[in-house]
């Protein structure tokens, strides 16, 4: 299983960005797949999900409106763009599975907001 991250980078406030989550070792759409990041300094939040098979999706206050998280079952890949950057966004962005009781990372994209 491998999960690689990348589409991070640096962005002005008010700016986009499009994460994404290239997976392997698995079929992305049997599972639920998270978005999570941490600023620096802090410990890991939570920022979104997508889940199985009926790919409903949810979004943690802060990010809701502005966020979308997405995934492309033919590239097993899954997204989030991001627009309406702020710089409290700025962050580590990780995607995260877990599959049969294990805790798979990818070693996260790093995304900075700031003029």
């Known amino acids: 299983v491998q999960l690689v991250e990348s589409g991070g980078g640096l962005v002005q406030p008010g700016g986009s960005l499009k994460l994404s989550c290239a997976t392997s070792?698995?079929?992305?759409?049997?599972?639920?797949m998270k978005w999570v990041r941490q600023a620096p300094g802090k410990g890991l939040d939570w920022v979104s999900t997508?889940?199985?098979?009926?790919?409903?999706?949810n979004y943690a206050d802060s990010v809701k409106g502005r966020f979308t998280i997405s995934r492309d079952n033919a590239k097993n890949t899954v997204y989030l763009q991001m627009n309406s950057l702020k710089p409290e966004d700025t962050a580590t962005y990780y995607c995260?599975?877990?599959?049969?009781?294990?805790?798979?990372w990818g070693q996260g994209t790093q995304v900075t907001v700031s003029s």
């Open positions: 995260y599975t877990e599959i049969l009781g294990y805790n798979y």
């Open positions: 997508i889940n199985s098979s009926s790919g409903s999706t």
């Open positions: 070792g698995f079929t992305v759409k049997n599972y639920y």
